[in-house]
């Protein structure tokens, strides 16, 4: 197995820095689009031989050093009672919001072997195929809140917030029930063969550094360490953080992601040395021409100095404009580039 992204995890030295792109699996890529004209996200999440064949496509065609799981954020809420869909132009929208008791009250946390059984065996299917590490992803607490209660992707997320402030009791019940839930469904993932578990709080930069202890840190906290205690690396991923990555490190991971809008120098000095970094170039850099693209990724590069623990990856996802060509030629830079 090539197991670059796994000593990286670790931070022991690698032949080359490791390279993969969050929303690798699909969006950019044509095979996947031909796919998305015959069949519906949910119809290729509950065929393994389809969520196989997505899920493996980046490793083929790009040469990436780690293939994520396709699936959702949505996906541990199957089987919860939480109505939900993933549509093609709007994306995840929660069509039985969660603002009241009574919301919570009939909520459950279900077993994944029966809520989710199409996505473990995907995971045992790619486990078979791959010869790189699978990387499993789940929604962290907040990011996952956030849907539920503004029933979409927000914008500043106004109601969660105030419905944070407003009824404390209420949020903690929230939070603990979709930890509950979350956890199981990650450990689930491990059990059937995932090798990485990348937890994305996408939407957590817009709180407070107080407010993010108060309200979110032990959530995240008690996820991640249910992880690491099944042996397995978590990477912490978030976006807009620069006010509180030392948090996000105390709230845990083997790795931390950041995104494109801090100096990943400046964000590796903010979380300690003591754990990995993942990140950071601009997604929209990909849109350049491709001297530009390597003129970007060896400014990240030098910032990081060749320190063990560089996990090489973008600010966000893949933008689904993206050429394929760009995203293999960046690929085949950093390995070369890295090489030791």
Avoid at 176 to 187: F, I, N, S
């Amino acid at each position: 197995m090539r197991d670059a992204l796994l000593r990286a995890c670790r931070r022991e030295p690698v032949p080359y820095t490791p390279v993969w792109f969050m929303r690798q699996a699909g969006r950019a890529l044509p095979e996947y689009r031909r796919l998305r004209e015959k069949y519906s996200f949910a119809q290729l999440l509950q065929n393994p031989d389809l969520a196989v064949e997505v899920t493996v496509l980046p490793v083929r065609k790009l040469g990436v050093d780690a293939a994520i799981l396709f699936a959702d954020l949505a996906t541990p809420l199957t089987g919860t009672g939480v109505r939900f869909s993933v549509r093609d132009t709007e994306g995840l929208v929660i069509e039985t919001p969660v603002r009241a008791w009574d919301d919570l009250r009939r909520l459950g946390v279900p077993e994944p072997a029966e809520s989710v059984p199409y996505v473990l065996e995907t995971v045992r299917r790619c486990r078979q195929v791959l010869d790189v590490p699978l990387i499993g992803f789940v929604g962290a607490p907040f990011t996952v809140a956030t849907y539920l209660i503004e029933g979409r992707t927000g914008r500043d997320y106004h109601a969660t917030r105030a419905f944070m402030y407003r009824d404390p009791d209420r949020w903690q019940a929230l939070m603990t029930w979709l930890t509950d839930v979350l956890t199981k469904y990650a450990v689930a993932l491990v059990e059937a063969g995932v090798q990485v578990v990348q937890v994305f709080d996408s939407w957590v930069g817009a709180l407070s550094p107080s407010a993010y202890r108060a309200f979110v840190l032990p959530y995240v906290r008690r996820l991640i360490q249910a992880l690491q205690a099944r042996g397995v690396p978590v990477i912490h991923f978030a976006t807009g953080t620069a006010g509180i990555l030392p948090l996000l490190r105390e709230a845990g991971g083997d790795v931390i992601g950041v995104d494109w809008r801090v100096a990943i120098d400046w964000a590796w000095a903010q979380v300690g040395p003591n754990v990995g970094i993942q990140g950071n170039l601009d997604p929209a850099v990909l849109l350049a021409d491709v001297p530009t693209i390597r003129a970007a990724a060896q400014e990240v590069l030098e910032r990081v100095g060749g320190r063990p623990g560089h996990i090489f990856n973008l600010g966000h996802g893949v933008l689904p404009q993206t050429p394929v060509e760009h995203l293999q030629a960046l690929v085949d830079w950093v390995h070369e580039r890295t090489r030791v």
